[in-house]
């Protein structure tokens, strides 16, 4: 399946990819965190690739494993129409940089993750609560918060 940001990143980062995937004629791309803003930079500023949209920033939550959480950048270019599906592997505790510098619009898409996962974002300008109050006790979104959330701490909430 053709990409043109996929070729871009073999070209000029070929050991910051570590997996690539095809599913549903989109193109994901694993890239080890430590290169990511320059990845990130890169594909936002490169004529050819141009990704100028960061329409979508996601977490998954693998309990179990060691690099806990998964965060999925959702990346488009008005211009050209391509997509590309950035990811990052990191573990429970471990900070990711920001990217709101490259796209402005990176900076709700990080609270919301830090709100729901308690994943922080090294640099970010403003990481606190999006959609919780500011007493809210843990991150709904982890595996283990209880389904009901804890009583004790919330019943003004039920």
């Given amino acids: 399946m053709p990409s043109v940001p996929l070729e871009l990143l073999k070209e000029k ?5 570590e997996e690539v995937a095809y599913f549903s004629g989109e193109v994901t791309a694993r890239i080890r965190k430590d290169r990511l803003i ?3 930079r890169f594909l936002k500023d ?4 141009q990704l100028d949209l960061l329409s979508d920033l996601s977490a998954l939550d693998f309990p179990k494993e060691a690099l ?3 965060i999925n950048y959702h990346l488009y270019s008005v211009a050209h129409r391509h997509r590309i599906r950035i990811k990052i592997r990191i573990a429970d505790g471990e900070s990711v940089p920001t990217v709101s510098e490259v796209w402005a619009t990176a900076n709700w898409h990080e609270r919301e993750a830090f709100d729901l996962f308690g994943i922080a974002f090294s640099g970010h300008p403003d990481l606190t609560r999006i959609l919780l109050p500011d007493d809210w006790k843990g991150h709904p979104l982890r595996k283990e918060y209880p389904l009901e959330g804890f009583p004790e701490q919330h019943p003004r909430y039920r």
């Fill in 13 to 17: 980062f070929p050991d910051a990819i």
């Fill in 46 to 49: 490169e004529r050819r690739s």
């Fill in 68 to 70: 806990r959480f998964e």
């Fill in 38 to 40: 320059e990845v990130c």
